[in-house]
């Protein structure tokens, strides 16, 4: 089944680009046609993490109306090679771009809502992709809020960090609730370091705490936070046990459980 996934964190620093990346890389090694999108224009990361430094065409021209997404988006097979089809819609990371983003008003907030739910006629349909990924920004900010609109499923990153539980907690029933939208959670950097002793007590205890579905558990990986963002597991770690979890993500989506 075709789908739009926001990949969202109450705060930053729960590895959510790092979900979002591997995510869809995998998704893409099965066969998939899938686009990732970097909407966090404040903090864009996704041209680095990709290695496309030399980019010269932006997110940021969609969403303000000055491109169309089939001029945006970019083959990556050359950096991820699969058997199916990774592109890239890349977020301007000059310090200008950033400052006009983060001053648009509702108005344009609403105008670019509308081309991000214009994404599953021209994407989806028209050009035959199964999975638009977002990796939005942080927090409630008006990007993150349109992310979460136009998406069919909501991943959300978090860790155990209690003012990141608390701010979780209160997304899950105050935003996604609102919108009705289906949601499953990645709690990650877990620190437990018997956790698949305690995976099934961990699980139970994150149902009751969030009350949505939980996707997955992800140890605190020293190998990944050592990368810095410089390796993309799924791509050139296929037997780490960080790939493993990803992948299981990846087909309970894939197998619509959730």
Same mark, same amino acid.
């Given at each position: 089944?075709?789908?739009?996934?926001?990949?969202?964190?109450?705060?930053?620093?729960?590895?959510?680009?790092?979900?979002?990346?591997?995510?869809?890389?995998?998704?893409?090694?099965?066969?998939?046609?899938?686009?990732?999108?970097?909407?966090?224009?404040?903090?864009?990361?996704?041209?680095?993490?990709?290695?496309?430094?030399?980019?010269?065409?932006?997110?940021?021209?969609?969403?303000?109306?000055?491109?169309?997404?089939?001029?945006? %988006?970019?083959?990556?097979?050359?950096?991820?090679?699969? /058997?199916?089809? &990774?592109? $890239?819609? @890349?977020?301007?990371?000059?310090? *200008?771009?950033?400052?006009?983003?983060?001053?648009?008003?509702?108005?344009?907030?609403?105008?670019?809502?509308?081309?991000?739910?214009?994404?599953?006629?021209?994407?989806?349909?028209?050009?035959?992709?199964?999975?638009?990924?977002?990796?939005?920004?942080?927090?409630?900010?008006?990007?993150?809020?349109?992310?979460?609109?136009?998406?069919?499923?909501?991943?959300?990153?978090?860790?155990?960090?209690?003012?990141?539980?608390?701010?979780?907690?209160?997304?899950?029933?105050?935003?996604?609730? %609102?919108?009705?939208?289906?949601?499953?959670?990645?709690? /990650?950097?877990? &620190?437990? $370091?018997? @956790?698949?002793?305690?995976?099934? *007590?961990?699980?139970?205890?994150?149902?009751?705490?969030?009350?949505?579905?939980?996707?997955?558990?992800?140890?605190?990986?020293?190998?990944?936070?050592?990368?810095?963002?410089?390796?993309?597991?799924?791509?050139?770690?296929?037997?780490?046990?960080?790939?493993?979890?990803?992948?299981?993500?990846?087909?309970?989506?894939?197998?619509?459980?959730?």
């Amino acid at each position: 089944m075709k789908k739009i996934i926001a990949v969202h964190s109450y705060k930053g620093g729960t590895g959510k680009t790092a979900l979002s990346v591997n995510l869809a890389a995998s998704l893409a090694k099965r066969g998939k046609k899938v686009a990732i999108l970097d909407l966090d224009f404040r903090a864009p990361s996704l041209f680095s993490i990709l290695k496309m430094e030399n980019s010269t065409v932006w997110l940021n021209d969609y969403l303000n109306g000055a491109s169309t997404i089939n001029k945006i %988006l970019q083959d990556t097979n050359g950096k991820i090679p699969s /058997n199916g089809k &990774l592109f $890239a819609g @890349l977020a301007n990371p000059s310090t *200008e771009a950033i400052r006009d983003m983060s001053a648009k008003d509702r108005k344009w907030e609403m105008r670019a809502l509308g081309r991000l739910l214009s994404l599953r006629n021209s994407l989806l349909k028209e050009e035959d992709f199964d999975y638009i990924l977002f990796d939005t920004s942080p927090g409630l900010q008006y990007s993150s809020i349109n992310a979460i609109v136009a998406a069919d499923l909501v991943v959300v990153a978090t860790t155990g960090d209690r003012s990141d539980v608390n701010g979780t907690c209160r997304m899950l029933q105050e935003l996604y609730n %609102l919108f009705e939208k289906k949601t499953g959670v990645v709690i /990650n950097k877990v &620190l437990d $370091a018997d @956790l698949d002793s305690k995976k099934e *007590e961990l699980n139970k205890r994150a149902k009751d705490v969030y009350q949505v579905p939980l996707l997955g558990l992800i140890p605190c990986f020293c190998e990944v936070l050592r990368a810095e963002g410089n390796l993309i597991f799924v791509q050139d770690r296929p037997d780490h046990p960080f790939t493993k979890i990803i992948n299981e993500i990846a087909t309970r989506i894939e197998k619509n459980e959730i």
